[in-house]
């Protein structure tokens, strides 16, 4: 899909997105660099009223911003924003809070390279995978 129906496909998981029954609901992107997983978390934060510019954390590893109480119904107070691309383990996560986010249902969490860290990925994880398709078109799965 190009990027204008990816923008529809976030809208779609977003309207469609069911809170896990216990933590926080938690999104794991997978593929490849370029495939879309910054530029889909984007999206979704700028569908969710986030007016901040969503940088890629690749180098701060996390951010949070803050969710109107008028989106999604509001089930979450906190978009979270990782990219565990540099991390080598679970462990690396953990020094930075992660047991604490994930154990709190009010965090949306988006994690690019979740891969990285499997080890600490918690159970009831949805992913959708990326690819790369050509220049301007990207593959989508979601499971
Ligand atoms: N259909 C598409 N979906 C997502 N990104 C696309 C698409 N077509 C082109 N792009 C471009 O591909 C790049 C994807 O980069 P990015 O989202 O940072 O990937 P990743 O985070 O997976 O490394 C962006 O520059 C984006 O503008
Ligand atoms: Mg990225």
């Given at each position: 899909?190009?990027?204008q129906e990816m923008k529809a496909f976030a809208a779609k998981f977003l309207e469609e997105l069911t809170p896990a029954s216990v933590g926080a609901t938690v999104i794991g992107l997978r593929g490849e660099l370029?495939?879309?997983k910054t530029t889909f978390t984007?999206?979704?934060a700028h569908l969710l009223g986030i007016t901040e510019n969503i940088t890629?954390?690749?180098f701060v590893i996390l951010k949070k911003y803050e969710l109107s109480e008028?989106?999604?119904g509001g089930k979450f107070s906190f978009l979270i924003h990782i990219d565990a691309y540099r991390l080598k383990g679970g462990k690396e996560l953990n020094?930075?809070?992660w047991q604490e986010v994930i154990a709190d249902s009010k965090n949306l969490v988006m994690i690019e390279w979740p891969e990285q860290v499997s080890d600490v990925m918690p159970?009831?994880?949805r992913y959708i995978d990326f690819k790369h398709?050509?220049?301007t078109n990207r593959g989508i799965v979601s499971k």
């Open positions: 899909m190009n990027i370029g495939a879309g984007q999206t979704c890629s954390p690749t008028k989106v999604l020094v930075i809070g159970e009831n994880t398709i050509d220049e």
